[in-house]
């Protein structure tokens, strides 16, 4: 299906202005404002406590914020929280289900909160539980448990849906395999809001992400443009035959969209801009130098993540929410 843009003029299907949330003297949310397209992957990345659950849940309207408008398809969801629930699809981090309840008899009775529920068989063959439809949710493992949470969060045909650390504790097939099903879920037109802190994850899912730390966004955009960085400095490193010249580092210096090389001896560091790399090299071959290897400090999503997260000494706070 066609994808949209946030800023291409067709309205958002998740709309958030200046979300604010406490718990007591704890501010979970302190700022947070983003939109979502029809159709897009939209990321919520962050550290541990950051305050992605409680942003979702807010927008979702199990939770009541301080202030801030949260729309979902048009609808206020703090103000109307019942409006929304048969269009949104809510995969929750941990779930609350029964442990003698099996696949099958989850997927019917979530099935049943629904008026247009999809068919339970079909749910059960599209997340691969074919095999433990008759299961009971004890009795599952970690991959099922979670396939079938997926299953509870699309059996209501919903307009948006909302995944809680998707792939958490799966093994590396396992996790594959959920990202393929849930492109093939967008692919049907659902829109989804996807919260997780693995960067692959987002690098190979997002259209577009947020990044949240402390509260607030500290870094918006596709994960392309955040690992291109546009404007930042890109780094190569260079081993060459033998020690270079000043001549030859004085033409470095000096080729377009260098910024510094440093280094002695064999091994130079070369920094610049966006074209630092070929604008290096030409200086070198101009100059007879072939190097010897070249690295460039290619980075990953993971690397501008860690590098806009603040780095307190502040222990994670797993597990203090009751
Ligand atoms: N019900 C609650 N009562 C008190 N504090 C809470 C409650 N829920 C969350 N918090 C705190 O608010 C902050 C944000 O929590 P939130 O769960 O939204 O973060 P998160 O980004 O989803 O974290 P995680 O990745 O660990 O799930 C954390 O410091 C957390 O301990």
Same mark, same amino acid.
């Not at 395999?177 to 997780?196: H, N, Q």
């Not at 060459?240 to 910024?259: C, F, G, H, I, M």
């Given at each position: 299906?066609?994808?949209?843009?946030?800023?291409?003029?067709?309205?958002?299907?998740?709309?958030?202005?200046? @979300?604010?949330?406490?718990?007591?003297?704890?501010?979970?949310?302190?700022?947070?404002?983003?939109?979502?397209?029809?159709?897009?992957?939209?990321?919520?990345?962050?550290?541990?406590?950051?305050?992605?659950?409680?942003?979702?849940?807010?927008?979702?309207?199990?939770?009541?914020?301080?202030?801030?408008? &949260?729309?979902?398809?048009?609808?206020?969801?703090?103000?109307?929280?019942?409006?929304?629930?048969?269009?949104?699809?809510?995969?929750?981090?941990?779930?609350? @289900?029964?442990?003698?309840?099996?696949?099958?008899?989850?997927?019917?009775?979530?099935?049943?909160?629904?008026?247009?529920?999809?068919?339970?068989?079909?749910?059960?063959?599209?997340?691969?539980?074919?095999?433990?439809?008759?299961?009971?949710?004890?009795? @599952?493992?970690?991959?099922?448990?979670?396939?079938?949470?997926?299953?509870?969060?699309?059996?209501?045909?919903?307009?948006?849906?909302?995944?809680?650390?998707?792939?958490?504790?799966?093994?590396? +097939?396992?996790?594959?395999?959920?990202?393929?099903?849930?492109?093939?879920?967008?692919?049907?037109? &659902?829109?989804?809001?996807?919260?997780?802190?693995?960067?692959?994850?987002?690098?190979?899912?997002?259209?577009?992400?947020?990044?949240?730390?402390?509260?607030?966004? &500290?870094?918006?955009?596709?994960?392309?443009?955040?690992?291109?960085?546009?404007?930042?400095?890109?780094?190569?490193?260079?081993?060459?035959?033998?020690?270079?010249?000043?001549?030859?580092?004085?033409?470095?210096?000096?080729?377009?969209?260098? +910024?510094?090389?440093?280094?002695?001896?064999?091994?130079?560091?070369?920094?610049?801009?966006?074209?630092?790399?070929?604008?290096?090299?030409?200086?070198?071959?101009?100059?007879?130098?072939?190097?010897?290897?070249?690295?460039?400090?290619?980075?990953?999503?993971?690397? &501008?993540?860690?590098?806009?997260?603040?780095?307190?000494?502040?222990?994670?706070?797993?597990?203090?929410?009751?």
């Amino acid at each position: 299906m066609a994808r949209h843009h946030a800023d291409d003029g067709v309205p958002p299907v998740v709309e958030v202005r200046h @979300l604010r949330k406490s718990y007591g003297e704890k501010v979970a949310v302190q700022d947070v404002s983003f939109a979502v397209a029809p159709g897009e992957i939209f990321g919520i990345l962050g550290p541990n406590g950051a305050g992605k659950t409680t942003t979702v849940e807010a927008i979702a309207g199990l939770r009541h914020a301080d202030s801030g408008d &949260v729309r979902v398809l048009g609808i206020d969801t703090q103000a109307e929280p019942d409006r929304i629930r048969t269009a949104l699809g809510m995969q929750l981090q941990e779930s609350a @289900l029964p442990e003698r309840i099996t696949v099958r008899e989850a997927i019917d009775l979530y099935g049943s909160f629904y008026p247009d529920p999809m068919p339970t068989e079909q749910l059960i063959d599209m997340l691969d539980l074919r095999d433990r439809a008759g299961a009971r949710y004890a009795a @599952l493992s970690g991959g099922q448990k979670q396939r079938l949470s997926i299953a509870l969060a699309l059996v209501g045909r919903p307009q948006v849906a909302i995944l809680d650390e998707l792939t958490t504790g799966l093994d590396p +097939a396992a996790r594959r395999a959920t990202w393929d099903l849930i492109e093939t879920v967008r692919d049907s037109g &659902v829109t989804i809001l996807l919260v997780t802190h693995f960067m692959d994850e987002a690098e190979r899912l997002c259209d577009r992400l947020v990044v949240i730390d402390g509260g607030r966004i &500290v870094a918006e955009g596709s994960p392309a443009e955040l690992v291109s960085g546009d404007g930042e400095l890109r780094t190569i490193h260079v081993r060459l035959a033998e020690a270079p010249s000043a001549a030859v580092l004085e033409a470095l210096r000096a080729a377009p969209d260098v +910024a510094t090389v440093t280094g002695d001896g064999l091994d130079l560091e070369i920094r610049g801009g966006r074209r630092v790399l070929p604008s290096a090299v030409a200086a070198l071959d101009a100059a007879g130098i072939v190097p010897e290897s070249l690295r460039t400090g290619a980075r990953s999503l993971e690397d &501008v993540f860690v590098g806009l997260i603040s780095h307190d000494d502040t222990p994670a706070q797993e597990g203090a929410h009751p």
